[in-house]
C-alpha cells in the first residue's frame, strides 16, 4: 500500500507537550507530542471530548525540530481555587508548569487512507475550533497548515527530510549573521514513530479517550534521528501561508 503524508506547522512564542503531568508540576517534552496532536486535529475537525479517536490514533506522526526552542520554567498562581468540599471555601493553588519558547516544528502525519488526510488538510483550512500547541494558553503564531503540506505518495520519513526550512524569510543580511553565530545547525533532529517491530523510545502519549474523567493513554515506540538541514526556506520561493 501507498503511504501519503499531510505536514503541519507547529510555531509559537510558547508550546507546552506533557506526557508525565503530576498534581502541581507539569512538564514538557522536547517535541510536539501523539496525543497534542491528535487534540489539535480533533478541534479542527469539531470533534468532541466524547467522540471516539481510533481514526487519528492509527495516523503515524513525526516531528523535525527546525527551531528547538529553550525550555522555559514557570511558577503559576491561581486565585481563589474552589475546594471539592464547599465547606472549604477556596484556596491559592501554586504550580510549576514547563514550556519551549520561541520553538518551530514541522508536523508528519502519515497514512494510507488519502481521504482522510484531505479531510484534515481542509479542517485545518478553516477549524471548527481554535488550535492551541498543547496548552489553550499556546497559541501558533503562523497558520498550522501548510499550503503545500500533502505529500501524495510520500512516506513519512521522506517528506519531513525534503520539506523546505520553516524558517520565518529573511534578508541576506540576516542570514549571513545568523549563519556566523551559529544559528544554522548542519542538520535537525527528527523524532519518528516506530513502525511494528522496531526498537525505540516508550512514550505513553496515545490518546484512547479525552473524555475529562476517563482519560488513559497507551504506550508507543518513537526513535530518534537526523537530517541534513535542507538549503531552501519555506516562504522565499512559494506562496506565503495562508
Known amino acids: 500500500m501507498t503511504c501519503h503524508t499531510l505536514l503541519l506547522r507547529f510555531e509559537g512564542p510558547l508550546q507546552s507537550w506533557g506526557t508525565r503531568s503530576r498534581f ?129 505518495g510520500e512516506p513519512l520519513e521522506q517528506a519531513l527530510a525534503a520539506y523546505p526550512l520553516l524558517r520565518r524569510p529573511t534578508s541576506g543580511e540576516e542570514r549571513r549573521r545568523r549563519r556566523a553565530e551559529g544559528d544554522q545547525p548542519a542538520r535537525l533532529r527528527v523524532t519518528l514513530e516506530c513502525r511494528p517491530g522496531e526498537e525505540g523510545e516508550e512514550r505513553s502519549d496515545v490518546p484512547l479517550s479525552f473524555v475529562p474523567d476517563k482519560r488513559s493513554f497507551a504506550v508507543r515506540r518513537v526513535r530518534t534521528t537526523f537530517v541534513p538541514r535542507p538549503d531552501k526556506i519555506a516562504g522565499e520561493e512559494s506562496t506565503p501561508c495562508t
Open 24 to 152: 502541581r508540576d507539569r512538564d514538557t517534552e522536547r517535541e510536539p507530542t501523539k496525543s497534542g496532536v491528535i487534540g489539535l486535529l480533533c478541534a479542527a475537525l469539531g470533534r468532541s471530548r466524547e467522540e471516539p479517536v481510533e481514526d487519528l490514533v492509527a495516523l503515524r506522526v513525526g516531528t523535525r525540530a527546525d527551531r528547538e526552542g529553550a525550555l522555559l520554567r514557570d511558577f503559576h498562581t491561581a486565585l481563589e481555587v474552589r475546594r471539592a468540599d464547599p465547606r472549604a471555601g477556596t484556596d491559592t493553588e501554586t504550580s510549576t508548569r514547563h514550556y519551549l519558547s520561541d520553538a518551530v516544528f514541522l508536523v508528519g502525519i502519515e497514512s494510507e487512507d488519502e481521504g482522510l488526510l484531505r479531510r484534515l488538510d481542509s479542517a485545518l483550512r478553516q477549524p471548527s475550533w481554535p488550535c492551541f500547541l498543547g496548552r489553550k494558553a499556546c497559541v501558533p503564531s503562523q497558520p498550522v497548515r501548510l499550503p503545500d503540506g500533502f505529500r501524495s
